[in-house]
């Protein structure tokens, strides 16, 4: 399916969207007495319209398709998993060196039956916490914040939760002044290191530096309309082509999306999502993670940490390969 073929299909699905829910409020609440039977028949003909739709336009992504699902204004982000899936959230803040990045959120919280320490990338959701949050663009004292609580959680024995949607790291020249490229390079280091159970999950987009910053562990997996990039699709257009436009060729050469990512081994395993993406059923897609963690964390409580050690060691060597060993 063509980009605009797809915009134009998704505007008719939320089109149709809100006449479900106009229905809905009809039938439910008595505002027609006289036409329930036949407001009851025309909302389910609607859902089955519907659905039917979802299932066409999402049958055969392009790789740009994917780029704009995982960046739709509506995706559930960090915080909004967070309140579903987590309890007990204690968040921690600050580096200790310069400041607190609002673009990194650490927390000890618990999933299921298990305690551990949640690391992500928070873009924010109004206008105004989204400056806060820099766009989920983290600076090197986000990344700071990140090692420094995951080094605390490894001294109380807590598996670790990294949850990344960021477009990249901050570029501009202040956090290159403050170490951005080495605070990342060290959080690699360190964590290919930490001796505790760490798993990584992209839930939106996995921009370059900003992505791999955390993710380092044990596990990789990705959402199935996420994806994972070198560098964005449009920037990869704008240095080989000199047109930024072209993002859409770019977004199929660098084969980000979740399927092309599993088939090259850069990741585990691919965590599916409601029809139509986690935005259209944010609770769905919540329980699809919580799900994927919880069985995960207890895969992993299973293994000795040197031998986490070993096999995270084989796996980063083997990065991109059907045989990384994971």
Not at 6 to 19: N, P, S
Not at 63 to 79: F, N, T
Not at 152 to 158: D, P, R, V
Request: proline letters at 4%.
């Amino acid at each position: 399916m063509g980009d605009d073929a797809f915009r134009l299909l998704d505007a008719q699905l939320e089109r149709m969207k809100h006449k479900l829910v106009r229905l809905e409020s009809l039938a439910g609440g008595g505002g027609a007495p006289d036409g329930q039977d036949s407001i009851a028949g025309r909302l389910r003909e609607l859902h089955r319209k519907h659905d039917e739709l979802l299932s066409i336009a999402y049958r055969d992504l392009s790789a740009w398709d994917i780029v704009q699902i995982a960046r739709h204004p509506k995706r559930p982000g960090l915080m909004d998993y967070l309140d579903l899936m987590a309890a007990d959230l204690v968040e921690l803040h600050g580096d200790g060196l310069y400041g607190d990045d609002k673009a990194i959120v650490t927390a000890f919280a618990r999933i299921g039956l298990h305690r551990v320490l949640i690391v992500g990338h928070n873009k924010g959701s109004s206008l105004s916490e989204k400056r806060q949050c820099n766009f989920g663009h983290a600076h090197p004292e986000g990344h700071r914040k990140a090692l420094e609580k995951m080094k605390m959680a490894e001294k109380f024995a807590l598996p670790i939760v990294c949850l990344i949607d960021t477009p990249g790291a901050d570029p501009g020249a202040g956090s290159e002044q403050r170490g951005q490229a080495g605070a990342i390079a060290v959080n690699l280091r360190e964590m290919s290191r930490l001796r505790v159970p760490i798993i990584c999950t992209v839930i939106g987009q996995g921009g370059s530096g900003g992505a791999l910053a955390i993710g380092v562990g044990d596990r990789l997996a990705i959402l199935q309309y996420a994806f994972l990039s070198v560098i964005s699709p449009e920037g990869c257009a704008s240095i080989l082509l000199g047109d930024s436009q072209q993002a859409s060729v770019m977004a199929r050469a660098l084969r980000l999306t979740s399927s092309e990512l599993l088939d090259l081994g850069c990741v585990d395993t691919v965590i599916p999502e409601p029809l139509g993406g986690a935005h259209r059923n944010p609770t769905l897609a919540a329980r699809y993670l919580k799900e994927y963690l919880v069985t995960e964390l207890k895969s992993l409580s299973a293994h000795s940490i040197s031998e986490l050690l070993d096999k995270r060691y084989a796996a980063l060597r083997g990065f991109g390969s059907n045989t990384a060993g994971r």
